[in-house]
């Protein structure tokens, strides 16, 4: 298993989290008050405090902390001591160290430097996520949740992955760059395609599907559901037997394709009356008794309760030493291995533990909490 030396913020926690949940030893490098991630709201039990953050109990859980002040002599020590024995070293700050000397510590490292000082709201924008985002007669809209940095997360956990495939063949050390916008950028990709092939802008849609007449969000009693009706022989009757609008069913020419494309506003007003008069489960099984490809809009609420989540193990509870059970995702990989992850590390808890690995006495341990080196 690989060790992988971790001091990043959002995208480079998580990316090492999915290490974690894969079994491998990652070593969170803290400064001796913590890292802003414990500072993120909200907050166990509505108590600000460094080990409170929900988000630090979830990016970091199944990891160690080792607390280093890098502004000593004897940090950069431990810093260089530790390196030695990694595999790889994530890092969105500046070092105090040339590259170079990194390299001289550990000529196999794999050193993933992450681009993601811009703020979410300015790379989304700047990556052209947002204006694809919304509706549009309507300004561009924010995507929810933290995306921009956990998408990029995902794309430092393959280039590390990819660097540690590549160094154990060489032999050789390689240095990876992950770009917050550039990451982002990738999911523009298709509209750059099809602009570059036809000259056709892509705009936002709203909650209205791109490829068939009806297809999209639709309100519903409880929220919204999400239908996507393929064009077939046969299927525009099933489904006006279905919805049983007087209107639509007195339209035959609906029942070509390149007239419901025309007529799609129209279509998609009777639908919404329609939907609004129904609860999304109920909507969701009917269609796909009929063979409709449909999803209810599932908010966080119906993800926590969801029994399908549970039976893969990507929820799971977790006995806290400080809050008792608490249930988040473990993930997509922990799950799909049955990994048990341990609780997120209090601030420097593994501080004795690594420093005695690395040879450290407990005398000079002791010195370097009294002088604050960690």
Known sequence: MARIIELTNLAGAYASRLFVEEGHDVIRLEGRHGNHLRELAPFLGNEPDPENSAYHQFLNAGKKSLTVNLDTTAGREIFLRLLASADVLMTSCPLPFEDSRLFEVNSKLVFVKIED???????????????????????????????????????????????????????????ATVSLREALETFVEQAMVEYTFSGIVTERRGSKGAITAISGALPCKDGHWVISQIHRPGRWTKFVEWVKDPQLAADPSLAEEENQIKKRDFILDRVFQWSSQHVKNQLVEEAQERHFPASPVS?????????????????????????????????AVASMRRKELTPAPMLGEHNREILAEMGYSQSAIQSFAASEVI
Do not use: W
């Open 117 to 175: 000082q811009e703020p979410d709201l300015c790379a989304l924008a700047r990556s052209g996520l947002m204006s694809l985002t919304g509706h549009p007669e309507n300004p561009p809209m924010v995507l929810g949740g933290h995306l921009a940095a956990l998408a990029t997360g995902i794309y430092v956990a393959v280039a590390a992955a990819a660097a540690l495939r590549t160094a154990a063949q060489t032999g050789k050390g390689l240095t």
């Open 299 to 331: 908010t966080t609420l119906d993800l926590i309760h969801d029994p399908q989540l549970q039976a893969r193990g990507f929820l799971k509870e977790v006995d806290h030493p400080r809050f008792g059970q608490i249930m988040y995702p473990q993930g």
